[in-house]
T-cell receptor, first 116, second 118 residues
Framework: AQKITQTQPGMFVQEKEAVTLDCTYD???????LFWYKQPSSGEMIFLIY??????QNATEGRYSLNFQKARKSANLVISASQLGDSAMYFC?????????????FGPGTRLSVLP | GAVVSQHPSWVICKSGTSVKIECRSL??????MFWYRQFPKQSLMLMAT?????????EQGVEKDKFLINHASLTLSTLTVTSAHPEDSSFYIC??????????????FGPGTRLTVT
């Protein structure tokens, strides 16, 4: 079984500043992937970024980047130049090996509030 | 990109009644769909895995007689909450998997259905 930990229930950031959302994970698998999803108040799950355990470079997607530290089992999401529209819940997730990697296991989430 | 729809987007029902939630893959065939439940201010938890043409696999603690799942076609899975009670009030999200397309975009989430039982 694996577990995802997000230690920050809530975070505040000033508009245009950068913010790091923490995620640590526990898995015995050698090959795995980390996902980050954004969930605005509407409830939809928006895929942000993916990092494979064997990827040599940290993933980046526009203003999103992933600070992947495999030895520490951490995959922190960095959002640069925060915008008001970034206010949402953010979930770190992994594929579930107990279900053949089909579904996701999510962390508890971090609520990000961007201040004007 | 692939789209998954859910209907209805929100529903209010009286305690003791049943409500059906539909999850459709609009432009692809989904052999496997997943149903998640999200209570307020909590994370998503997998309820069941739905495979087309076979019985759903339920997670531990999820009552299969209460949450009936039918995946009768490659584009539609339904979740029926039978004899709903206020504690079933939650946000229900489905996701559909496109096999063989590779990480990470092979699974897509529906927009969710907010169920309120009064």
């Amino acid at each position: 079984a694996q577990k995802i930990t997000q230690t920050q229930p809530g975070m505040f950031v000033q508009e245009k500043e950068a913010v790091t959302l923490d995620c640590t994970y526990d898995t015995s698998d050698q090959s795995y992937g980390l996902f980050w999803y954004k969930q605005p108040s509407s409830g939809e799950m928006i895929f942000l970024i993916y990092q494979g355990s064997y990827d040599e470079q940290n993933a980046t997607e526009g203003r999103y980047s992933l600070n992947f530290q495999k030895a520490r089992k951490s995959a922190n999401l960095v959002i640069s130049a925060s915008q008001l529209g970034d206010s949402a819940m953010y979930f770190c997730a992994m594929r579930d090996p107990d279900n053949y990697g089909q579904n996701f296991v999510f962390g508890p989430g971090t609520r990000l509030s961007v201040l004007p | 990109g692939a789209v998954v729809s859910q209907h209805p987007s929100w529903v209010i029902c009286k305690s003791g009644t049943s409500v059906k939630i539909e999850c459709r893959s609009l432009d692809f065939q989904a052999t496997t769909m997943f149903w998640y439940r999200q209570f307020p201010k909590q994370s998503l938890m997998l309820m069941a895995t739905s495979n087309e043409g076979s019985k759903a696999t339920y997670e531990q603690g999820v009552e299969k007689d209460k949450f009936l799942i039918n995946h009768a076609s490659l584009t539609l899975s339904t979740l029926t909450v039978t004899s709903a009670h206020p504690e079933d009030s939650s946000f229900y999200i489905c996701s559909a998997r496109i096999p063989g397309t590779g990480f990470p975009h092979e699974q897509y989430f529906g927009p969710g259905t907010r169920l309120t039982v009064t």
